[in-house]
Structures are given as structure tokens and as C-alpha cells.
T-cell receptor
Framework: EAQVTQNPRYLITVTGKKLTVTCSQN?????MSWYRQDPGLGLRQIYY???????DKGDVPEGYKVSRKEKRNFPLILESPSPNQTSLYFC???????????????????FGPGTRLTVL | GEDVEQSLFLSVREGDSSVINCTYT??????LYWYKQEPGAGLQLLTY?????DMKQDQRLTVLLNKKDKHLSLRIADTQTGDSAIYFC?????????FGGGTRLMVKP
């Protein structure tokens, strides 16, 4: 089954204790991304990766790191978590864009099930 | 201001039509999307529209795009309780999707 998986699904931790949330996709997608979802703010992009060894900041990268050593995996690293990073996190992937002028080249992103993180 | 604006909440009765609206500050996206998030789940693409189209119909869903007014709407005909979810209309900018706050649709039996 084509899917994006995240682990763990739920995590409660304390301020300053390094953690990693894993993301893996089995669709051979080049593009992967991390979002956080907060009430009333929708989803905000943290980091994205266009391909292996290529990562870029999104809208809210502060306090986060990512790596893309393999095509299928895109872990999110919080070196020193703080309470303001308590949130619901989503990983997503999609193929690289085709010809955007063609209707068939729309970019559907496939989302993982989410990781609910609480930092005390 | 916000890139993507949506009303926070909509309540309808089962069998009625629902209309969810989005307004953008920038209408330059090639595609515009509607994603649905059911409780406790990730987002799923519901439908999309190419920017040179005014309307797209897909079974119970009708998407209307008014580029001049930078306005996108999603109409759900014969709304069912299974349509209760949060709906997002992200704008695509380069390699990023920019989301609004989402509209929570509640369908009453």
C-alpha cells in the first residue's frame, strides 16, 4: 500500500531532551516536507526537500533540523525542544512537478497520519 | 495579512448543500487545491482546479474559481455526516504549499 508513515504517533517529552520524528514514504517521491498544525493557524511548513541531500527552509524552521540521506526517509530533529513546539506534525511527499502548464501535472501531496508532540 | 483566508466554522444539516470559501492575497498559483482532514487523520486531496478554469465538477463537489476576486469556493451537494471534517484550500507558491486556518464543517443529522 502506497503510504507515508510517521513514528512515533504520540510523544510526550521534556524541555531540552533531543528527539527525532521519523518519516518514510514508499512511493519513490522526490519531494518531502514537514508541517506543523496549530489551532486556527492551519498547517505551516517547517522544512522541505526536493531530493536526496537537498533541503530548504519553510515558513517556520527555527528550532528544527532535517536530513535527507535517502530518498524514502526525511526525519525531523528537535535538538532542544521547547514548549512552543508542542504541536501536531505532518510529513508529506509528492513526485517532482511535471509540466505545470498541463492539467495532469497537479501536485498532490500525500500526508502521513500525524505525530502529536507535547513538550513539558 | 494572511495569504489564505477561510472562515473557521460552518454548520449545515444533512442533505443540504455546503459552501466553503477561500480568499487569497495572491492568485498566481497554477493549481488550487481542496484538502480534507477527518478527525485524528492526515490530510487527503479532495479535488483541485487548474488556474485557467472557472469551474470544475466532480460528483457531489463543485469548485468555483474567480481569479479576478482571488476567490475559491467548494460546494458539497447533499452533504452527509461523513463530510464532517476540516477543509483546507492551500495556495501553491514555488515548492511550498501555504495553508489557511481551515474551515471546520459540522453536519447535523
Amino acid at each position: 500500500e502506497a503510504q507515508v508513515t510517521q513514528n512515533p504517533r504520540y510523544l510526550i517529552t521534556v524541555t531540552g531532551k533531543k528527539l527525532t520524528v521519523t518519516c518514510s514514504q514508499n512511493m519513490n517521491h522526490e519531494y518531502m516536507s514537514w508541517y506543523r498544525q496549530d489551532p486556527g493557524l492551519g498547517l505551516r511548513q517547517i522544512y522541505y526537500s526536493m531530493n536526496v541531500e537537498v533541503t530548504d527552509k519553510g515558513d517556520v524552521p527555527e528550532g528544527y533540523k532535517v536530513s535527507r540521506k535517502e530518498k524514502r526517509n526525511f526525519p525531523l530533529i528537535l535538538e532542544s525542544p521547547s514548549p512552543n513546539q508542542t504541536s501536531l506534525y505532518f510529513c508529506a511527499s509528492r513526485p517532482t512537478s511535471g509540466n505545470l502548464q498541463e492539467e495532469s501535472s497537479y501536485n498532490e501531496q500525500f500526508f502521513g497520519p500525524g505525530t502529536r508532540l507535547t513538550v513539558l | 495579512g494572511e495569504d489564505v483566508e477561510q472562515s473557521l466554522f460552518l454548520s449545515v444539516r444533512e442533505g443540504d448543500s455546503s459552501v466553503i470559501n477561500c480568499t487569497y492575497t495572491d492568485s498566481s498559483s497554477t493549481y488550487l487545491y481542496w484538502y480534507k482532514q477527518e478527525p485524528g487523520a492526515g490530510l487527503q486531496l479532495l479535488t483541485y482546479i487548474f488556474s485557467n478554469m472557472d469551474m470544475k465538477q466532480d460528483q457531489r463537489l463543485t469548485v468555483l474559481l474567480n481569479k479576478k476576486d482571488k476567490h475559491l469556493s467548494l460546494r458539497i451537494a447533499d452533504t452527509q455526516t461523513g463530510d464532517s471534517a476540516i477543509y483546507f484550500c492551500p495556495r501553491e507558491a514555488g515548492n511550498m504549499l501555504t495553508f489557511g486556518g481551515g474551515t471546520r464543517l459540522m453536519v447535523k443529522p
